[in-house]
């Protein structure tokens, strides 16, 4: 099981791309601050195998969210390099920091 933080980058149309990229079924869990509640929904994403930054805690590689309309749209995907034992905890801590953080820059 892998805990993916992402952010993404912008909205691209791929159909140009004649080699389609493996697809996988993912979770995507979403924390929305204002009402302090956990969204979550199947996806489907295609995720490179090896990342293209590495920081000190965490990897980052490039990420296609494949859209129900056919687009796609580029993410970076962040996954840590030694997960900590409780590791849905430390996501789902990080996650909400995050949440909390953009949503109140966003009121001001």
């Given amino acids: 099981t892998y805990f993916v933080t992402a952010v993404t980058e912008k909205k691209v149309n ?5 080699t ?6 993912a979770l995507k869990l979403t924390y ?6 956990w969204t979550e ?7 490179d195998k090896e990342p293209f930054a590495k920081g000190a805690m965490r990897a980052a590689y490039r990420m296609l969210l494949h ?3 056919g687009s796609t749209s580029k993410w970076v995907a962040k996954c840590y ?3 900590p ?12 920091l995050q949440m909390v953080a953009r ?3 966003e009121l001001y």
């Fill in 32 to 37: 929305v601050a204002k009402d302090e509640k």
């Fill in 14 to 18: 791929e159909t140009n791309n004649n």
């Fill in 81 to 83: 390099m030694h997960p």
């Fill in 41 to 47: 929904e199947y996806i489907d994403v295609s995720i």
């Fill in 67 to 69: 859209e129900k309309d």
């Fill in 85 to 96: 034992e409780d590791m849905e905890a430390v996501f789902k801590s990080d996650v909400v």
């Fill in 20 to 25: 389609p990229p493996n697809v996988d079924k």
């Fill in 103 to 105: 949503y109140y820059s």
